[in-house]
């Protein structure tokens, strides 16, 4: 446990800059620790841009701090060192295979400490103390420990390589500048660090500035957000009492229709009522009558008879029949006709008005269309990372770099059974679903690759069209060889002009329906593109055609 102990106190009490045990410690006012010489040398290549900062927190000063030596920290270093140098090394300082051990000590080697890059060694605590004093090691840059030292030797002289070749791009010792490399535009490796170290500034501060204008993006989406959020609200608000008037309306012209049928069966039903009382009076009248007259046709006497049949033979005034007006089963069923005619014309119109309002909705878009990027820079803008599904791959696919890069090999992978797996053909999906506007890059080697966006639900066994990328109307694909392009889809091969490239950029615009691909190199050249209407997610995909072709989806922020 004291052991783990003092390796944390070296971890505390070294510096961020040198990474070795504090020399000549003072704090600055963030509360950060360093070497004195360390930050001055630091602040000192920062006093062009007139802000001196904190390397660890980013904690910027106006006015250069004063420093002064913390004598405390000072003296707790010095004791760490005496500690550390006296104590025997336990058994996890000891290097094993993935460490880099020291150079220079014999026997079982202790863990390197430091790596030089002048001496292109590594050093333990122990082997490293020379460093700290003699006056020629001391100007020698130390860096964490390294196991690629050696890449720092030429292979072909077996010198130093502090040479940067600019015409080449790439580094060589001073033999080098006499016989290949005679002529090219050569720099000191150092002073081609500090130039790239200036560009490294300048994309930082670009890349702070996009991260501003970005911040800045969100806080009006937000705006927006809250905006659409609102205008949703009032418009449902809206609807519902619109909707609501209208039902009301209906119910009125409902309760008016039936008021005016009761209304109207009253008054039917009152007529009918008085002829039949009037009726049911005549029935009972001629009834009289009759009973009178069959009385008088039994009288014996003629001249009674005769008295008495002026009067009674007489009738009265009989009811016209033809004021009867019976009309089986139809009463008052064309009303009901005219409100059904009512009821189709309310959906008819109802159903042509609805349509136009689904598609007022549909057509709400917040963002304004944007134009398709012009440059890599503006391509950039829509970068993705795009990871690839184990799930889909086929067994004789080999994933790595964090499911980024695809390899064909001649060994089956132990994959397990799943429905998603691609069983006939060497592709894979991505695992991420692309809407919206996205643009990705694919690093692709070997004989021929197809570079492909598809629909989650295409076929995955079944024969070649259906599960083939570009082969059927769920898929387009890219068919990069050696020598040509082709693009596929629905089973329809288009030859494609254009600069070879293994590095294919692929832009996507799901809502306008706009899929391209490009050639990318030092410029960026269309390739193919497509316009058409994308009805589900699309997903990323790489078909490979023969063992030992790779496809990488390129980490590209």
Request: charged share 30%.
């Amino acid at each position: 446990m004291a052991e783990k102990g003092d390796q944390l106190d070296r971890e505390t009490f070294s510096c961020s800059i040198c990474l070795d045990l504090l020399k000549d410690p003072v704090a600055i006012p963030c509360g950060h620790s360093y070497c004195m010489s360390c930050i001055k040398n630091f602040w000192d290549e920062e006093d062009e841009k007139k802000i001196h900062s904190c390397p660890q927190c980013r904690q910027t000063f106006t006015l250069r701090p004063v420093l002064g030596k913390n004598t405390m920290l000072a003296a707790l270093v010095e004791q760490l060192k005496k500690t550390g140098l006296q104590a025997a090394p336990a058994d996890h300082y000891y290097a094993g295979p993935e460490d880099v051990a020291c150079d220079v000590c014999t026997g079982r080697k202790l863990k390197a400490f430091k790596s030089c890059l002048v001496c292109l060694a590594s050093y333990c605590e122990k082997h490293l103390q020379p460093h700290y004093h003699a006056a020629p090691l001391k100007k020698h840059k130390l860096v964490k420990p390294s196991k690629t030292l050696q890449e720092n030797i030429c292979p072909r002289h077996d010198e130093v390589m502090k040479i940067f070749c600019r015409t080449d791009q790439h580094s060589i010792c001073y033999l080098c500048t006499m016989d290949e490399h005679k002529g090219h535009n050569t720099v000191p490796a150092a002073a081609e660090r500090t130039e790239r170290q200036r560009e490294l500034e300048v994309s930082r501060q670009n890349i702070q500035q996009r991260i501003q204008d970005r911040e800045k993006d969100v806080k009006l989406l937000q705006q927006e957000v809250r905006a659409i959020s609102r205008s949703a609200d009032k418009a449902v608000e809206d609807s519902e009492k619109i909707f609501t008037e209208l039902i009301s309306l209906i119910q009125k012209r409902s309760s008016d229709v039936k008021q005016q049928i009761r209304s109207q069966q009253e008054t039917e039903m009152s007529r009918v009522k008085e002829l039949q009382e009037k009726l049911q009076q005549e029935i009972t009248e001629l009834k009289r009558k009759d009973a009178e007259l069959k009385q008088l046709s039994h009288t014996e006497d003629h001249n009674q008879f005769l008295h008495n049949y002026p009067s009674l033979s007489q009738l009265s005034e009989t009811t016209d029949s033809s004021s009867i007006n019976i009309r089986p089963l139809r009463y008052f069923e064309d009303v009901t006709a005219a409100v059904s005619e009512l009821r189709d014309k309310l959906q008819d119109i109802l159903r042509e008005k609805w349509t136009d309002i689904s598609l007022t909705i549909t057509e709400v878009d917040v963002l304004l269309p944007q134009p398709e990027p012009k440059t890599r820079a503006g391509f950039l803008k829509y970068s993705c990372e795009i990871t690839l599904d184990p799930n889909t791959a086929c067994k004789w696919l080999f994933l790595s770099e964090g499911n980024r890069k695809a390899t064909s090999i001649h060994k089956e992978q132990s994959y397990s059974r799943h429905p998603d797996r691609f069983t006939r053909l060497i592709q894979v999906l991505s695992r991420e679903s692309l809407t919206g506007r996205c643009y990705w890059e694919v690093e692709w080697s070997g004989e021929r690759v197809y570079v492909a966006v598809a629909y989650k639900n295409m076929s995955r066994t079944g024969d070649w069209n259906e599960c083939t990328f570009g082969h059927n109307d769920k898929s387009w694909a890219l068919d990069c060889d050696k020598y040509t392009y082709k693009f596929w889809f629905n089973n329809i091969s288009t030859p494609v002009s254009g600069p070879r490239s293994s590095r294919v950029g692929v832009y996507l615009d799901h809502t306008a329906g706009i899929l391209s691909f490009y050639s990318v190199s030092e410029t960026m050249t269309l390739l193919r593109r497509v316009q058409t209407t994308f009805t589900q997610p699309l997903y990323a995909g790489v078909l490979l055609y023969w063992f030992r072709d790779t496809a990488e989806f390129c980490k590209l922020k």
